[in-house]
């Protein structure tokens, strides 16, 4: 499934933020504001599909 | 929350930690698994409480005002149908729904390669990337509303999605102030933080079934181990995401069938073991210092010899249908016990017998701490309540140390 435009995800991922990134067509503020809060939400869709998995 | 049901609440966690420490605290721990139970006693049906999770928790609540419990879950009836109904999961038979309201929730695991959750062909995609194949295949197969990726996507498709996942955001939001509320209103401790499965358990429950994955261990072992290998590192996470942080109360592990008869020995030490352990070890070690309440659900007592390789106060060893007695005497050394009350005798036996047996187990296991009283597994609405109350006055009664 993986290719080579696709990184392998880690455990708290969905979409990594360094794919992400690569979107924007700049960011004219502080990046890591972004990434915070990108990672953040992430992680819950992450969560929710592992939920269903283990928890339910 | 009042000074008393402070200090009571401080009294039964350091009762309840010092027992999971293989310590002798000043009395024997209560920590019943109680689920369909609470809605019995509550006076709900079981579909009230699988479908109202207010119910649910209320249940639990009253329970816990009403017997002199140590601690608790907030609710074990577990399956909510706000969640899986949103999505449609296929899986499970709700009360109410596709069972009488006075049945239990059960899950209907697959019962042939055409039926599969994940095909034996697939195993590649699962171990190469996980999160999206759960996310892209299994979950349009689980889930009647979800469709796969590259086809229409529909009203239903949406909706499943943003629903199932505001969903879980309400069931644990609300599952925190549950927690609180335990506190404050019965100065209970909340028994248990985090989920964790074991790899092996979770290709046989949500992926192949038991059926496929005894196949899968002749047929194809190394993708076996490839996928314990690969789903190691997110059950691993999902378990500390969701873990006590002040490292008092355990992480959870609801063990199904990897234990003998179900796997041999042999079987289970070349595909069970090898992920599960170091899953506990991990969670222990490395920082982490959590213990793993491992719920041997079943008989486990063949399998003693792996469990004694964990490390010392690693695990909380909970008894179902095995002979504790026998389980004392291979690690009660090394762990902390629980369980050992048989549910049979819960739902069948006299309060006179019930109180035998806790008196012979507290006297045979707990004589120097490190046992926590509790039925052998979760109980549910077959459980009297006057055997229920008989199992906590036994505990008090003879449990002081």
């Given at each position: 499934m993986p290719d080579d435009k696709k990184p392998r995800l880690e455990p708290?991922?969905?979409?990594p933020w360094e794919q992400r990134v690569k979107e924007y067509e700049k960011l004219l503020g502080d990046p890591e504001v972004v990434k915070k809060v990108w990672k953040e939400t992430d992680m819950l869709g992450y969560l929710y599909i592992w939920a269903c998995l283990i928890q339910f | 929350m009042s000074e008393d049901m402070a200090t009571l609440y401080d009294q039964r966690m350091a009762r309840y930690v010092a027992a999971m420490h293989n310590e002798k605290p000043d009395m024997v721990p209560i920590r019943p698994f109680a689920a369909e139970f609470c809605a019995k006693y509550a006076g709900y049906t079981n579909q009230e409480v699988t479908h109202d999770i207010d119910k649910a928790f209320d249940a639990v609540l009253k329970c816990a005002a009403a017997f002199d419990w140590d601690a608790v879950v907030?609710?074990?009836?577990?399956?909510w149908t706000g969640l899986t109904d949103a999505a449609g999961t296929n899986y499970y038979t709700a009360p109410g729904i596709d069972a009488p309201p006075d049945d239990a929730f059960q899950y209907r695991e697959p019962a042939d390669e055409a039926s599969a959750?994940?095909?034996?062909?697939e195993y590649d995609q699962l171990i190469d990337d996980p999160t999206g194949f759960l996310a892209n295949v299994w979950m349009p197969r689980v889930n009647d509303y979800i469709v796969e990726p590259g086809q229409p996507s529909t009203y239903r498709n949406n909706l499943a999605w943003l629903k199932g996942g505001m969903a879980t955001l309400t069931y644990f939001t609300r599952f925190g102030e549950q927690i609180a509320a335990l506190k404050e209103q019965?100065?209970?401790?909340?028994?248990i933080g985090g989920c964790l499965k074991m790899p092996f358990d979770i290709l046989a429950d949500k992926l192949r079934g038991y059926r496929g994955l005894c196949a899968d261990i002749h047929r194809r072992p190394d993708k076996v181990k490839a996928a314990c290998e690969a789903l190691r590192p997110h059950m691993m996470f999902n378990a500390l995401v969701g873990s006590d942080p002040t490292k008092q109360v355990p992480v959870s592990v609801w063990l199904h069938r990897g234990c003998a008869p179900f796997f041999s020995l042999k079987a289970f030490d070349e595909f069970y073991w090898p992920t599960a352990r170091q899953i506990i070890e991990d969670i222990w070690d490395n920082g982490n210092g959590v213990q793993v309440l491992?719920?041997?659900?079943?008989?486990w007592n063949a399998n003693l010899e792996f469990v004694k390789?964990?490390?010392?106060?690693s695990i909380i060893y909970h008894v179902d249908r095995a002979d504790i007695f026998e389980v004392h005497e291979a690690v009660g050394h090394k762990f902390c016990l629980s369980g050992g009350v048989r549910n049979d005798l819960l739902a069948f036996g006299t309060p006179d017998e019930v109180r035998a047996q806790c008196k012979a187990v507290i006297e045979g296991v707990g004589r120097d701490g490190g046992y926590i009283m509790d039925a052998g597994a979760i109980m549910q609405d077959d459980a009297k309540v006057e055997n229920v109350q008989a199992m906590t006055d036994a505990a008090r009664e003879y449990g002081k140390y």
């Open positions: 708290g991922e969905c979409i | 907030g609710n074990m009836v577990y399956v959750f994940m095909k034996a062909d019965s100065g209970t401790v909340h028994a491992f719920y041997a659900e079943g008989d390789q964990l490390p010392d106060h």
